[in-house]
């Protein structure tokens, strides 16, 4: 993995797939990407007649286009101090081609670099065999479960 320098932002990439913030010309983008059942159904959907405004902290970017995004957060009270709550999604044409799960390790790489984080939490809908796929790919671990969901938990580690 390597940091690739931009004029005013960031980007990550393992040769293949890249992460990077999003820009304006992402934004119709992001919304129609999450226009699918599969999306609708795990994820937060605008309210009726809202304009939407995505906002993931990172693309993921294959060949030149964006296939989904990345995202973190650290503004959830069941945190515990250090711990992210990451999220992603790939939309329904590039799905399960490995993508989620590196443009993940991508985040990783980056959050470690900032030195702020120390654990990554993914809270995952029980249901989502999918998403829980990618979690166990990328190398978390199962920490806890309820009948709505289950935690998985990775230490942010340095790659370099």
Known sequence: MQVVPSSNSWSETDGDVTIRPPGPDDVAVLVEGRDDAET????P???EGSE???GPTACIVVDGG???????????????PGEVNI????????RR???ASRALQLLLAHLARTGEYHFARASIDR???????????AGFTLVDSDDNGVDYLRAIEPTD
């Open 40 to 43: 609708r159904r795990w994820l």
């Open 45 to 47: 959907q605008p309210e």
């Open 52 to 54: 939407p405004s995505p």
């Open 66 to 80: 964006v296939v989904g995004w990345v995202a973190y957060d650290t503004e959830r009270d069941w945190l515990r």
């Open 87 to 94: 999220g992603y999604a790939v939309f329904a044409p590039h």
């Open 97 to 99: 081609r490995g993508y």
């Open 127 to 137: 249901g989502n065999g999918a998403s829980i796929g990618v979690a166990v790919k």
